[in-house]
């Protein structure tokens, strides 16, 4: 195993999700990029169709109802990397990922809240002028982490 690989996790979930679908794509991406836990924040959603690896069974599933729940169960060590469209956020092409963290996404249509954004030690963003459909980005993120790129 690689060194650079031990005591290493990472997490993704979605604060607000909008569709049960979004969710169950993200989760299946989550899976197939060896994401260690998935989470929701807010809205809840049971087994989707679109989920046709059943991670949700497979990995850890966590739900908070709100975002201080989600926030004080940060896994100790962890760091949360927010998604967003902000001026704030760093470049995913330039973004050193975290050994350990948690990445936070927001529905398309609200994004992550404003409480989220200020407790995140990390935001990172994409290339794109508009918003992405929330599995796509988290995708798009998770892939990136697996990629040879330094960590932090």
Known sequence: MNDNFINEFFGIGIQNGKTPENLGVLWRSAQNLGASFIFTIGNRYAKQACDTH???????????????????????????????????????????????????????????????????HSLVKFKSEKSLNVSVAGTIVLYDRGLNKPRS
């Open 54 to 120: 059943n991670a949700v069974k497979s990995m850890p599933y966590f739900h908070y109802e709100n975002f201080d729940d989600f926030f004080k169960n940060l896994p100790k060590g962890a760091r949360l990397v927010g998604v967003e469209l902000d001026e704030r956020a760093e470049d995913l092409e330039t973004f050193e990922h975290p050994r350990r963290c948690v990445y936070l996404l927001g529905a398309e249509d609200n994004g992550l809240s404003k409480q989220a954004i200020e407790k995140c």
